[in-house]
T-cell receptor
């Protein structure tokens, strides 16, 4: 069964540094998403991406964050000048069409900011 | 106001029991609904979509009541492997998924 893959599985970064989280969505999917889950809290939407542009973003997704699809397969989340509170699990997801269809999640990147 | 609300539990039930989880959503414009399960420190995995007519997948039955903005999940004949956190999800006319905080289930031998 095709799956969403994310790298790295764990990223440890000093506060103030930039970090890039990588995702390879399922190949025939058209919509891509990033979510985060702070330990012990709920999964929170960050951003959705379609046709090479952001289609929706939450208030969490401020100027510190950016997304990119640099080639035909990768989908990246960049966090500039990381803060302690950015420590969380970051999940990438993809779906065939839009939010009427289930989203398939990668196994996440655990980001630890020191 | 939370978009999706769930009883966090925990629910501790013996093997073979039937257990039901409920969820309410605040946005009447929500269009699609799902149940996901999440094991500790793992990604959410789709359990089932929820349709207005109700739907069943083996031991799992999901119901949607749009008038009451209420979603339910029923698990029959609980197995040890059903132990997980169950996430209720509603999506709006855009592309956002709104997750509930999850309901924790432990099935006891």
């Amino acid at each position: 069964e095709p799956e969403v893959t994310q790298t790295p599985s764990h990223q440890v970064t000093q506060m103030g540094q930039e970090v890039i989280l990588r995702c390879v969505p399922i190949s025939n999917h058209l919509y891509f998403y990033w979510y985060r889950q702070i330990l012990g809290q709920k999964v929170e939407f960050l951003v959705s991406f379609y046709n090479n542009e952001i289609s929706e973003k939450s208030e969490i997704f401020d100027d510190q964050f950016s997304v990119e699809r640099p080639d035909g397969s990768n989908f990246t989340l960049k966090i500039r000048s990381t803060k302690l509170e950015d420590s969380a699990m970051y999940f990438c997801a993809s779906s065939t069409v839009n939010s009427n269809q289930p989203q398939h999640f990668g196994d996440g990147t655990r980001l630890s900011i020191l | 106001r939370k978009e999706v609300e769930q009883d966090p539990g925990p629910f501790n039930v013996p093997e073979g029991a039937t257990v039901a989880f409920n969820c309410t959503y605040s946005n009447s414009a929500s269009q699609s609904f799902f149940w996901y399960r999440q094991d500790c420190r793992k990604e959410p995995k789709l359990l089932m979509s929820v349709y207005s007519s109700g739907n069943e997948d083996g031991r799992f039955t999901a119901q949607l009541n749009r008038a009451s903005q209420y979603i339910s999940l029923l698990i029959r004949d609980s197995k040890l492997s059903d132990s997980a956190t169950y996430l209720c999800v509603a999506s709006n006319t855009g592309n956002q998924f709104y997750f509930g905080t999850g309901t924790s289930l432990t099935v006891i031998p």
